[in-house]
């Protein structure tokens, strides 16, 4: 097994971290009635950490991206932030400002200075779409981060990484409004890095040593003991938050080797097929979820600290699905959309 692995199933390890990424926002509603000690929703309840792997994995995507440029021009940056852009501007454009709107009238929005912010990203939790406005900062940054490693200047981007952890931890600490205002997106930016990083392995199909594999898994195992000693040292508890966050980043990783163990083992199955479709329409796949948890949410209204366990599981039976096959619906209008703007 190489660490090429991570992008030969590329496609299926975005199946599953969608798949996660939406239970877990099923569970998020429900998180009262589901707090009984399964295992399988412990597994549920970390679904936010598919985010991180799933940046780790855009981080080496746009390396490749970037091999098509044998130098980085100014024309061939602004021809690279034009295709990422419109990737990004028309779900943005023709669905979230829409839904948007629409929450003014009638979902969770409650006033016009509240939809504004939330169109541009600077509401408390940078608004349900905060994972675009994520992108787009790093599709922003990658040009100058490939720069460095084509450079061979892979300390300088860590330094610059470590040097962007600290200032985000002085924010933390002095700051708090502000840092907790804007965190869920700038703290996910190191896993995108990462990911990045990464890519000399994943383009030189370096063999995943059994070493590799305990030190990955291992992330998995020492975020929680990591974190409860975080929160009980005072000079770390006010950067506890931050330092969870860049845990998940690790344990991201962690995550998708577990996913290489399982995965060649279904390499011509249906399930792999399916994992793998469902992974080329994850940006689809989020943007409608997050407005189908909205719209339930505000149809149950207060019903939602009464409901009964058993409706809460059809729930979530019927949500999956739902998302997943408008992600497909959204990925023809956008296709469609794309037709009219780009011909």
């Known amino acids: 097994m190489t660490w090429n692995y991570l992008s030969k199933y590329r496609s299926e390890i975005y199946g599953c971290m969608i798949i996660w ?39 080496f995507s746009i390396r490749y991206a970037f091999k098509k440029y044998e130098s980085l021009t100014r024309e061939n940056v602004l021809r690279f932030y034009k295709r990422r852009i419109v990737k990004l501007f028309i779900p943005y454009v023709f669905w979230c400002i829409p839904y ?23 509401d408390r939790h940078v608004s349900g779409f905060w994972f675009i406005g994520c992108i787009f900062v790093c599709y922003m940054i990658s040009p100058v981060i490939e720069h460095l490693l084509r450079k061979h ?35 996910r930016i190191p896993a995108f890095i990462l990911g990045m990083l990464l890519y000399q392995w994943v383009s030189e199909k370096r063999r995943i040593s059994i070493r590799d594999i305990l030190i990955c898994l291992s992330f998995i195992l020492l975020r929680f003991p990591v974190l409860y000693v975080a929160q009980r040292t005072p000079v770390l508890r006010d950067c506890s938050v931050l330092i969870d966050r860049l845990l998940m980043g690790t344990m991201g990783l962690g995550v998708g080797i577990l996913l290489l163990l399982i995965l060649p083992y279904g390499e011509s199955s249906k399930i792999n097929s399916c994992l793998g479709q469902v992974g080329r329409v994850t940006l689809e796949i989020y943007v409608f979820h997050i407005g189908l948890k909205d719209v339930i949410t505000k149809i149950l209204g207060p019903a939602v600290s009464t409901i009964s366990r058993p409706a809460i599981l059809l729930i979530g039976v019927a949500f999956v699905p739902l998302s997943i096959l408008g992600g497909f619906l959204l990925e023809k209008y956008f296709n469609f959309v794309r037709g009219k703007i780009c011909r």
């Not at 948007?100 to 600077?122: D, R």
């Not at 330094?159 to 600290?166: G, R």
């Open 21 to 59: 990424i939406v239970l877990f926002h099923w569970y998020e509603v429900f998180a009262d009635k589901l707090n009984f000690n399964w295992i399988v929703f412990n597994l549920i309840s970390q679904g936010n950490v598919g985010v991180d792997l799933f940046l780790i994995l855009s981080g």
């Open 153 to 187: 200047r892979e300390k300088m981007v860590i330094a610059l990484t470590i040097l962007y952890i600290i200032v985000l931890g002085a924010i933390a600490r002095f700051f708090p409004d502000a840092f907790y205002k804007y965190e869920v997106l700038l703290t």
């Open 100 to 122: 948007l709107i629409l929450s003014y009238f009638f979902l969770y929005i409650n006033s016009v200075a509240m939809l504004i912010k939330e169109m541009l990203f600077i």
